[in-house]
């Protein structure tokens, strides 16, 4: 008689979890982790900003640019002492802008003027400039000098052409923004006042000293 064959139930297969299903242990600890590089990264970059601030702040503390007068001159001159004193003169002068700064200053609004017995007699407004880092620029001003601008009978214009001088003064004003490390910009203006005698004969300037 044939023997029957015995049936053994198989052992259950193990359930292994997907590979592309993390545990969810894992999952908050690598979330974990990038959450604290977050952190990390952005706190690195707040501290090196304040670190840039103080030292654009202590170090590289901005300074207001040295405006000087190079040299001026008489382009034309008419002038009289009868039947009423009266002066008419082209002036040209070279200024310099001197930026002590690390970073680039760029102004606008800026004016120079001529004044006689603290009246003005002249004026020239110009543009926007920009001058670099540790550098110079320099500006050529062309500017008309004019007594009939000045008060009547508010000045001792008529004795000064009979001696032969006229005497005056110059005033620039500078401003404008120093720009450091491209984040910090600081207004700074600068101011340059100058006295000089012009001398009708010879069509000079002489004895020009400014501060």
Known sequence: MAEESQSWPLAPSRIHRRSDEENPTFKAIRKERANK??????????????LLLVF?????????????????????????T???????????????IEN??????RF???????????????????????????????????MEVRSSRLPEGANELSSDLNSGVFKMSSYARISGKVRLIKII?????????????LVLKTKKIRDWRCD
């Open 37 to 50: 590089c977050f952190i990390y990264v952005f706190s690195a970059i707040v501290v090196l900003s304040i």
């Open 100 to 105: 002590p700064n690390f970073g680039p200053y």
């Open 82 to 96: 009868s039947p009423w004193p009266d002066i008419n003169a082209t002036l040209v002068a070279e200024v310099s």
């Open 56 to 80: 654009a702040l202590i170090v590289l503390r901005p300074k207001s640019p040295a405006v000087k007068l190079r040299s001026i001159s008489v382009k034309s001159l008419r002038y009289a």
């Open 108 to 142: 606008e609004n800026s004016s120079a003027r001529f004044l006689y017995g603290g009246q003005k007699i002249g004026e020239r407004r110009f543009g926007k400039g920009r001058v670099g880092a540790k550098g110079t620029g320099r500006l050529s001003l062309t």
């Open 185 to 197: 910009q600081t207004r700074k203006t600068s101011e340059m006042r100058c006295n000089m005698t």
